[in-house]
């Protein structure tokens, strides 16, 4: 239990924002907003709101979760398609079914993994000696993502997907045959109320815009192009199921296993092009991450069927 007598320096703080300052670095604003509302924040004994005004001479008390246990990356030599690399950032065309980083379920056979054994040029980022992940691609999705090697490039570029700076491409196969040459998907997303590890379009999520073009259109599928303006968790795919046509393979939002008859084996979804600005140089900079082999046999086979 952490207890704290509010001064005259934190008088008319909102009560989350005391929380932040005063809990330790490990606990996440979510889980601090959490907290709040479920009544393991009290002020004087009694439960208030995040945006409670704190006044001179509260006793603040915060019920301390367990510090969870810190996860050791350990080096791994695993295969790496680079694409680009130099002393501040690396280009990795990443292959479907790697995970991005360690999580508790995958310690182990990650892109992080793979990049700590293959980089011994990366500096401190944000006080730790790591990988600077700025941005993620699903375990399933294919294709070209960026890593910062050192602080300053991680600042920055995690600075430029804030702002919109970015400009991120993806090829998909869908279900379907979408009818629109073009189209522009303006949906708010969330987690779902219901089912935590989806994401749902609802009225109070995050801004989400997706725009697309197609490419080709087949008897049962369509290849598109996927612009997402904004970058959102499963962001194309829920916004492609939003409009009736989920990607082929997608086990969470579409027919998953059903769609093996095409040789599908995976959600048909890959980053094929990401341009930026150089964290040093400023100079804009685009990169092409080309198509796996399954992604291109699953194309072949839906051209033979019509």
């Known amino acids: 239990m952490l207890e704290i007598q509010v001064t005259a320096r934190e008088k008319g703080w909102r009560l989350d924002k005391f929380i932040q300052e005063k809990a330790p670095d490990w606990i996440s604003r979510t889980y601090i907003q959490r907290a709040i509302k479920s009544g393991m924040v009290t002020v004087n004994n009694e439960e208030k709101k995040p945006s409670y005004k704190l006044k001179n001479g509260d006793v603040v008390s915060f019920e301390l979760p367990e510090e969870p246990k810190k996860v050791e990356i350990l080096p791994e030599n695993l295969p790496l398609k680079i694409i680009y690399e130099d002393k501040d950032i690396i280009v990795v065309n990443k292959d479907p079914g790697v995970v991005t980083h360690p999580t508790p379920t995958f310690l182990s056979g990650t892109l992080v993994n793979a990049l700590m ?60 045959e979408v009818k629109k040459n073009y189209g522009t998907i303006d949906v708010p997303l969330g987690r779902n109320p219901v089912v935590r590890t989806k994401i749902a379009p609802v009225d109070w999520g995050k801004n989400a815009i997706t725009y697309f073009k197609v490419i080709k259109r087949f008897k049962n599928a369509t290849l598109l192009l996927a612009f997402p303006k904004t970058g959102r968790t499963h962001q194309i795919r829920v916004h492609m199921k939003y409009i ?17 008859i095409f040789g599908v084996k995976r959600q048909m979804l890959h980053a094929l092009k990401l341009s930026f600005y150089h964290p040093s140089t400023n100079e804009k900079m685009i990169f092409v991450a080309p198509l796996p082999e399954d992604f291109k046999q699953v194309i072949r086979n839906l051209a033979e069927i019509g």
């Open 244 to 260: 009736g046509h989920p990607l082929l393979g997608d086990e969470l939002y579409g027919r998953g296993k059903k769609d093996e």
């Open 117 to 176: 054994y293959h980089c011994n040029d990366f500096q401190g980022i944000g006080g730790e000696l790591r990988p600077g992940i700025v941005h993620r691609l699903d375990k399933d999705t294919s294709g070209v993502i960026v890593v910062a090697k050192n602080d300053k490039a991680h600042q920055s570029l995690s600075m430029q997907f804030k702002e919109r700076k970015t400009e991120k491409t993806y090829i998909a196969i869908v279900s379907g």
